[in-house]
């Protein structure tokens, strides 16, 4: 028996002492009662924590809670929460959109002023220290049943090469065969049409118009107004040039499903005045959007829904911090939502199938290596289950130089019931990079969160076995995972549920905080709706529970990649192991910004000096946390360090 079954065993052991000792007293009351009891006596026991650590709920006051769905440490130690509207259709219309700063050392917590609806927004970290937000809400999802307009999505057609044409929001289109008209719901510019030329010749060959997309709905109510088919439709209010230039087409226009709707505005989080600014925004709506960091600094940003409630086909863009605005990549490719894209040490991107979401389940979900500038994908094989991937989480294993991901459990595509108990690794160091597998869950996982500890060990816990916690699935266990030898050890229990909308963060002082859960039903059966979990939890993991932690203190603020720093510790003679960690930004089971990088050190006295590697796509330009281990395992708190 591992010790990981061996603990386990110990447990269970425990628990069904109790139940024997309680079960001759005086009936099932006080079976419960007791069982209860000796459960918080036993998970509060020194050696217990010693051995599991331990797990303690935070509740805000009433009126600075929210449903948070986004989390990002902060390099004041500080943690930004997003809610946006907070999955609340309430909040939505009354434009009641929520940010709060929390501070887990003081423990006090500030309202921030949020421009817009950031509910399902992108977001990653800055070399600057700051946060980039791209994306969010423009118009909540419609169920079939609660559409009771004809609508969807119109290509507005301009063939004038001269000159591109500017449609209001409630331009009107009627069909030239169906006669039915449909009204646009927001503004929507339309280029100029492109003159197409003979290669060689130089003869005119056409004009390829230019294209917009709009979203359209019936005047009227009720079924009579759907089409079936595609039609040309004429564009009222334009006369002359533009009226014989311009021309809507559209496929069927019904009662279906109505997806929610993506925002092109962007915003830096200015961590040193807690407030948003707004930078310019991107080309393409997004909803649901992952930013990734590339080698030069720049920010990917890929996938989500448009601003018609479709997936973005493919045209993804990049942010240049140093002038704000945002460009096209040179060609398209396509991936469904929230996809976990990771720079990876040669400079490209490692991504790993896990997703959250949206899009076809035959389009862009294969696991490869993507090359930015050349748009070449590499396909890595070996995956198993590979259509769960969806919900399923991954994290880069520290310390990143080995370049090994996990990547852990995963659901069917949509609203599957299905999930995976699988955990997978790759290499992407090996001669021939491919999946293999790691050691499995107890059940099937949607949602896992995982965290990187400065112990080079991986915290996974939650998540549910089913869709957003239906059947009252969610999973009370947690586990730490050993990249050295390959294995998992239970850890203490959770206390809270966590599934959809829901993540984890690691803090300075090594503890681990988790923040919310939308489950869509409340009970076993699935008759009473969902209570969005606004609690936060704090886990405190064995290493904390020691007699003693190594001190770190002093050193610079800001270390070049090649270059060294000195810090102060009265315990340098037992440091073994120095980690620089970047901190998270969590959302949807995707925090594609933690990496825990090891540094070469060396101790005299009471002095410690680190040194960064070279290598920018293993060391991003910004704020990471310092930390050293001891002899025995125990980190120290961390230190803020900038690499310029």
């Given amino acids: 028996m591992n010790h990981s079954a061996g603990r386990r065993a110990r447990r269970l052991a425990i628990g069904t002492a109790v139940v024997v000792a309680l079960g001759g007293m005086n009936g099932p009351w006080l079976y419960r009662f007791g069982t209860a009891q000796y459960h918080q006596y036993s998970i509060n026991r020194p050696e217990y924590k010693a051995e599991n650590g331990h797990w303690d709920v935070i509740e805000f006051p009433k009126k600075y809670r929210q449903d948070t769905i986004h989390a990002a440490l902060l390099h004041t130690g500080k943690v930004l929460l ?303 289950d590979p259509d769960m991937m969806e919900t399923s989480g991954t994290v880069l294993l520290p310390p990143a130089q080995n370049q090994k991901y996990l990547v852990i459990g995963g659901g069917g595509v949509g609203e599957s019931g299905l999930s995976s108990k699988r955990t997978r690794l790759i290499d992407l160091k090996a001669t021939h990079p491919r999946f293999t597998d790691g050691p499995a869950l107890e059940e099937g996982t949607r949602y896992p969160q995982s965290s990187i500890l400065p112990d080079d060990t991986v915290l996974v816990s939650g998540g549910s076995q089913d869709y957003r916690g239906r059947g009252d699935s969610n999973i009370h266990q947690a586990r730490l995972y050993h990249p050295d030898g390959n294995s998992f050890t239970r850890v203490a229990d959770p206390l809270v549920g966590r599934n959809y909308h829901s993540g984890s963060i690691l803090l300075p002082d090594g503890r681990v905080m988790f923040f919310g859960s939308d489950s869509l039903y409340a009970d076993k059966a699935d008759t009473k709706p969902g209570v969005f979990e606004q609690r936060i939890e704090i886990y405190t993991p064995p290493y904390l529970y020691r007699d003693s932690r190594p001190s770190l203190s002093g050193g610079p603020r800001t270390i070049a990649r090649g270059g060294s720093g000195t810090f102060t510790s009265r315990h340098a003679a037992t440091i073994r192991k120095a980690r620089l960690i970047r901190p998270s930004a969590s959302t949807h089971v995707t925090d594609v910004d933690q990496r825990s990088i090891a540094l070469d050190f060396r101790t005299s006295g009471t002095k410690v000096t680190v040194t960064v590697p070279k290598n920018r796509n293993l060391v991003p330009s910004g704020w990471y946390m310092l930390f050293v281990d001891d002899d025995q395992g125990t980190p120290s708190k961390a230190q803020w360090v900038k690499v310029p």
């Fill in 82 to 384: 997003i809610a946006g509207s907070g999955n609340n259709q309430d909040n939505f219309d009354a434009k009641r959109f929520d940010t709060r700063i929390w501070d887990p050392v003081k423990g006090t917590i500030k309202k921030v002023p949020t421009p817009n609806d950031l509910f399902c927004t992108g977001h990653t970290q800055l070399a600057n220290g700051d946060l980039l937000i791209a994306g969010g809400t423009k118009r909540y999802e419609k169920l079939k049943g609660d559409v009771t307009k004809a609508g969807g999505l119109m290509v507005v057609h301009n063939e004038n090469p001269d000159r591109p044409i500017t449609l209001p929001a409630g331009t009107a289109f009627t069909g030239k065969g169906n006669g039915r008209t449909f009204v646009s719901k927001d503004p929507v510019l339309v280029p100029r049409a492109k003159k197409v030329f003979a290669p060689g010749t130089g003869r005119f060959l056409r004009n390829d118009p230019g294209l917009g997309r709009i979203y359209v709905e019936a005047r009227k109510s009720g079924t009579r107004y759907e089409t079936g088919t595609q039609d040309n439709y004429r564009v009222q209010g334009l006369s002359g040039a533009d009226a014989r230039n311009t021309y809507g087409i559209a496929q069927k226009l019904a009662l279906d499903k109505k997806d929610f709707q993506g925002i092109r505005d962007a915003y830096e989080f200015d961590v040193t005045a807690e407030r948003y600014v707004k930078v310019d925004p991107m080309n393409e709506a997004r909803w649901y959007p992952t930013l990734t960091t590339l080698s030069n600094g720049r920010i990917l940003s890929v996938s989500g829904l448009d601003d018609i409630g479709q997936l973005v086909p493919g045209k993804n863009e990049i942010f240049d911090p140093k002038t704000r605005k945002w460009t096209y990549t040179r060609k398209i490719r396509q991936s469904p939502t929230y996809p976990a894209l990771f720079l990876t040490e040669n400079g490209k991107i490692f991504y790993s199938g896990s997703n959250a979401g949206y899009g076809p389940d035959n389009v862009g979900r294969t696991p490869g290596i993507w090359d930015v500038d050349t748009n070449r994908f590499t396909r890595l094989p070996g995956l198993s």
